[in-house]
T-cell receptor
Framework: GQQLNQSPQSMFIQEGEDVSMNCTSS?????WLWYKQEPGEGPVLLIA?????ELTSNGRLTAQFGITRKDSFLNISASIPSDVGIYFC?????????????FGKGTKLSVKP | NAGVTQTPKFQVLKTGQSMTLQCAQD?????MYWYRQDPGMGLRLIYY???????DKGEVPNGYNVSRLNKREFSLRLESAAPSQTSVYFC?????????FGQGTRLTVV
């Protein structure tokens, strides 16, 4: 079946550092979604990407839809303690399995003040 | 501005008991999903419904049943709960592009 490889699995960084994480797949996706999950909460949508090459920002967050449509990355600039959480990527592939929505296994971010 | 609402938020069951987790969305979305989340396992799809009246198995359907009652509601039933079903359960709904999640149900089976 389709799979998303999300890396890294976890990151321990100092406040103020920049963060980069990515997702890759052997399959082509039509939409990429990035979520953040805080402890005890459901995943919250951060950024949605709709076409190859698209670069979108949301405050200190920037995400890009890879030109091959098989990958996406998320950058967080100047990290702060409230960035702590698990970040998930998800790809949508219309006509695929799993309800057309495939999730990566997440990147757990820890930020030291 | 409710979005996706799940009930209950917490539940403790004894092995062999049954229960239904409820999910409702107010965004007029066609697709709805049930996931379970276990430590280190990410989100695993249990069942999904691409539209009212249809349901399909996901990655881990064994021990669960679902009902798409109408466009708004998608319920998940555990007929005979087992300790292996201790998990956090999330419902999500989706239109053409984005998907939105509920707050989750934390289920413990003892």
């Amino acid at each position: 079946g389709q799979q998303l490889n999300q890396s890294p699995q976890s990151m321990f960084i100092q406040e103020g550092e920049d963060v980069s994480m990515n997702c890759t797949s052997s399959s082509i996706f039509n939409t990429w979604l990035w979520y953040k999950q805080e402890p005890g909460e459901g995943p919250v949508l951060l950024i949605a990407l709709y076409k190859a090459g698209e670069l979108t920002s949301n405050g200190r967050l920037t995400a890009q839809f890879g030109i091959t449509r098989k990958d996406s990355f998320l950058n967080i600039s100047a990290s702060i303690p409230s960035d702590v959480g698990i970040y998930f990527c998800a790809g949508r592939n219309y006509g695929g399995s799993q309800g057309n929505l495939i999730f990566g296994k997440g990147t757990k971010l820890s930020v030291k003040p | 501005n409710a979005g996706v609402t799940q009930t209950p938020k917490f539940q403790v069951l004894k092995t062999g008991q049954s229960m239904t987790l409820q999910c409702a969305q107010d965004m007029n979305h066609n697709s709805m999903y049930w996931y379970r989340q276990d430590p280190g396992m990410g989100l695993r799809l249990i069942y999904y419904s691409a539209s009212e009246g249809t349901t399909d198995k996901g990655e881990v359907p064994n021990g669960y049943n679902v009902s798409r009652l109408n466009k708004r509601e998608f319920s998940l039933r555990l007929e005979s709960a087992a300790p292996s079903q201790t998990s956090v359960y999330f419902c999500a709904s989706s239109g053409s592009f984005e998907a939105f999640f509920g707050q989750g149900t934390r289920l413990t089976v003892v």
